[in-house]
């Protein structure tokens, strides 16, 4: 610093007023940052203010007399009616007058271009903002019952996992409703047991946020979550779009087990977590453009949901269709049902049988049935056995059996169904009978014969096919429910000829969506109403009577009225690759028993 005195000024003066003006920008930079302070809490005011002024969500508890059943929701069926769903209170709609119904279990992916209102469906749901029109789950409206209630019977898992500041204890149940065994039991299922054992078990401290774990097990500890919850809806808004492929490998795989009897609502990113959906959802502008079965959706080359998939390129593509072409043959090709003997003392218990109601016939878990066996105290044996038809203008080179999948060998023999009795072991040996061999069998399930053996026979002794089975699986209803449905139905039956009941027996009976089970040998008339199907039986579909067993009339597209009187009856799928039954019902009661092995 250079100090310039004039003429008649003083050095003290000069140093004095240096010294006053350090003493200056001192000053200063104590308020500039006393300023700042209070800029900064002001900001605290700001957002307080803002809060404030906010517009309050609709009521938290359900206004008084509202009589929600406490298992609400029991079965999962979810309606949207002219909705429209609005991110702001006065802005356009993201989601216009959608139109549709989830049925009980049905497992249905969301797809769609950025910003088409996809996870706008899931915020819809949670009523999260302005809804305009009718959302009803198990036929309950939404807007008459408060947030809590709702919202606490809804589980999601959404694509950023939320973890809380505190132990894992408090973040799987945040409200001590469960014991440690079945919090421990949920880490098994989904994988993380052996993790936080070898730690301090459930009083494992997790960041905020869950920054000390990484985003796959942050997924993980949300699906143990939900498992825990055990909700009949579960909601994934892009839950493994940022997971590895393992993690996400497991948690689609936990998903179809522990949720097979839930409705589930998949958010895609990765189109393979919902090509085995029952539906897809295809959003575009808020609208729904297209909603079915994938396979039946990739039939349409020009359509929104093939563009997607061929936008993944040529090999992902192809593989994505094939994916979609199995499941569908699987659903078509099941035609297997049920064992033969259960010891029950209870001689009318199917009289009285528990009707279940079922609104789907895909995506069930699977169960081994040696598990079955073990849990349950009665002798259980089960027999297997495959629908076959011989008709008369089926032929392997008939234009009907050029319908057949590639992996159904025709066999030109004639059967009789009449003499199916003849069982060893696990193999299914039908009676051949002789006479034109020009008649093909054409319903072979690949996923469940494991041979076939055709063997000839001679003037003593009839030709002979053999059905080599594999492992036995149960696939139906989940845990105990599936051992009622076993010992309701098949305690009745006392030994089964041609795959039903032969018992006298009047009331419902069930139609898996392949398969018909009906009491054809009883005595009397049994009548039986399937109300609200569509079931396409003049193309699908084949009946073979004899004796005048079976008529049946079809009063409109969505009704059916069978009447029995006795005979037999042969049931057949010409498996061209769609469904038999749509079984998107509400009223249809039926037991869906199948074994497969």
Known sequence: MIVYCAKGSFASDVGLAISQLLSVVSLAQIGIKQAADVDNNLTSVERVLEYTNLKAESRIESPPGT???????ATGKIEFQRLFFYHDGNGSPVVKNL?????PKEKVGIVGRTGAGKSSLISALFRLTRVEGTIKIDGVDTKDIGLQDLRSRISIIPQDPILFSGTLRRNLDPFAEFPDYMLWNTLND????????????LETNLSDGGSNMSVGQRQLICLARAILRNNKILLLDEATANVDPQTDALIQKTIRLKFADCTVLTVAHRLNTIMDSDKVIVMDAGRMVEYDHPYKLLQNRDGPFSQL???????????LSQVALEVSQALVSRL???????????????RDNKAVELNTTSALANYATESIITRYRETMRFEVAFILLALSDWSPHSEAAKKLPSYITPCSVNLNLNECAKRRGNEVIPTIVKGDREYN???????????????EGSDNSPTRLSLVSKKIIIRGLAGAQLLDVLYDLVGKI????????????????????????????????????LDNLRLLIDMFFEIETRKDGLRYQKVNENQLFFNVTGGSINLTNLFNGDRLLEANTSSLHYCEIIAAV
Request: net charge neutral.
């Open 67 to 73: 009589h929600l059943p406490r298992d609400w929701p």
């Open 99 to 103: 139109n549709l119904t989830v049925y």
């Open 190 to 201: 989904v994988g993380m047991k052996l993790l936080f054992s070898e730690n301090d078990g």
């Open 309 to 319: 998939v061929q936008q993944t390129g040529s090999c992902t593509a192809h593989q």
């Open 336 to 350: 297997v049902i049920t064992g033969t003997r259960h010891t029950s003392s209870n001689k009318n218990k199917y």
């Open 441 to 455: 069998i054409p319903v072979l399930d690949p996923l469940l014969v494991e041979e076939i053996r055709v063997e």
């Open 494 to 529: 006392i030994h089964w000829d041609i795959l039903v009941p032969s018992v006298t027996c009047d009331g419902r009976y069930g139609i898996e969506g392949k398969i018909l089970i009906l009491p054809i040998k009883g005595q009397g008339d049994v009548n039986i109403k």
